[in-house]
């Protein structure tokens, strides 16, 4: 059974309008932390935002929060007054337990249109 | 500068052979990792090192080898390359347990 589910391959958004994208997670282990990783077409992989299971507010990063839900097992990505620059693709991740190990989803394709 | 260096950038390689995949840090990160990205499948894991000496199997391991022999390094080795190994390989490494992971440009591989 797939640990993280992005259920949008592609997206298409106006400039300057709010996105987000869906993420639900699959896990047992009480500890564990939520990721979401952007790779512009450059290939390069930048960090987002982190969001922890024991963290009592939603994380939040300049445009960027995370929408946590628990109960519900999503950890969805939202990213405010969408820009050009942003258009990317999108990976949620999970890291459970002490280990470290981060296991990914199968991305998002995000496309800002002007 | 201070990240994660992969080596090469490209490399092309004939069914059969070998090859190392360099991967260095100089954060003195614990932890260290190889994911391979192939189109539609996102990033899996293939191996992992929490530390030097200790190494550990990720979702693919198979045809790959690591060892981890220092903090700063962590080479990945295909010992035959095959075609279904072609794709772009990212090293990435954290300290334990960290929030962000600095990933590496990238080894964009294609077996023949």
């Not at chain 1, 282990?29 to 979401?36: A, E, I, N, Q, T």
């Not at chain 1, 939202?78 to 693709?89: E, T, Y």
């Not at chain 2, 295909?78 to 962000?100: D, E, K, N």
């Amino acid at each position: 059974a797939q640990k993280i589910t992005q259920t949008q391959p592609g997206m298409f958004v106006q400039e300057k309008e709010a996105v987000t994208l869906d993420c639900t997670y699959d896990t047992s282990d009480p500890s564990y932390g939520l990721f979401w990783y952007k790779q512009p077409s450059s290939g390069e992989m930048i960090f987002l935002i982190y969001q922890g299971s024991y963290d009592q507010q939603n994380a939040t990063e300049g445009r960027y929060s995370l929408n946590f839900q628990k109960a519900r097992k999503s950890a969805n990505l939202v990213i405010s007054a969408s820009q050009l620059g942003d258009s990317a693709m999108y990976f949620c991740a999970m890291r459970e337990g002490r280990d470290d190990k981060i296991i990914f989803g199968k991305g998002t394709r995000l496309h800002i249109l002007p | 500068n201070a990240g994660v260096t992969q080596t090469p950038k490209f490399q092309v390689l004939k069914t059969g052979q070998s090859m190392t995949l360099q991967c260095a840090q100089d954060m003195n990160h614990e932890y260290m990792s190889w994911y391979r990205q192939d189109p539609g499948m996102g990033l899996r894991l293939i191996h992992y090192s929490v530390g030097a000496g200790i190494t550990d199997q990720g979702e693919v391991p198979n045809g790959y080898n690591v060892s981890r022999s220092t903090t700063e390094d962590f080479p990945l080795r295909l010992l035959s390359a095959a075609p279904s190994q072609t794709s772009v390989y990212f090293c990435a490494s954290s300290s334990v347990p960290g929030p962000r992971h600095t990933f590496g440009s990238g080894t964009r591989l294609t077996v023949v």
